[in-house]
């Protein structure tokens, strides 16, 4: 007889996960723990939990934020609804852009990929230009997509220029 046994596929993907309503940290360990649950999805790793500005529209509270990485069978377009639905199950308003949410997560890479799209932009547009993502991100990031040096340098130019605050907290 044989067996088929299922391996999960290559897609290695950068989560960014933040929010800023409620309780923060347990929407976001909410999220984490559904996409963990997800027959497909493996979680690789998990960032420290970092409290933040808003970057945008800043009459808001403070952020959350982590990034995760998982493992996933699951094309671009099918990781996009899965986080989709599971910001709609933790009560996710889209009412002001930038503005404040109880949870949000974003795609940030995708294996090697490039897309660009009008509702998809893999790398993510902004990923770059945040420290909130970059620090977290730096953590858990193998340098499968780029150069860890690209984060690096792009961190201390950051903190050069910018005026976004980030602290990491116990988790």
Avoid: C
């Amino acid at each position: 007889m044989i067996r088929r046994v299922w391996k999960m596929g290559k897609n290695k993907v950068y989560l960014s996960l933040g929010g800023n309503i409620g309780d923060r940290k347990g929407y976001i360990q909410k999220a984490i723990k559904m996409i963990g649950k997800i027959n497909g999805i493996k979680i690789l790793g998990k960032s420290g939990l970092y409290e933040t500005t808003p970057v945008g529209y800043l009459e808001q509270n403070l952020f959350l934020n982590v990034v995760i990485k998982i493992e996933t069978k699951f094309s671009e377009r099918e990781i996009l609804k899965i986080i989709n639905k599971i910001e709609a199950e933790l009560d996710r308003k889209r009412e002001i852009r930038w503005g404040p949410r109880t949870i949000d997560i974003d795609i940030l890479l995708f294996s090697n990929k490039k897309i660009d799209e009008i509702d998809l932009i893999i790398p993510h547009k902004e990923m770059l230009n945040r420290l909130f993502v970059l620090i977290p991100l730096i953590e858990i990031y193998d340098g499968d997509y780029f150069e860890k040096e690209v984060i690096v340098k792009r961190i201390d130019e950051l903190l050069k220029i910018e005026d976004q605050k980030i602290q990491k907290i116990n988790d």
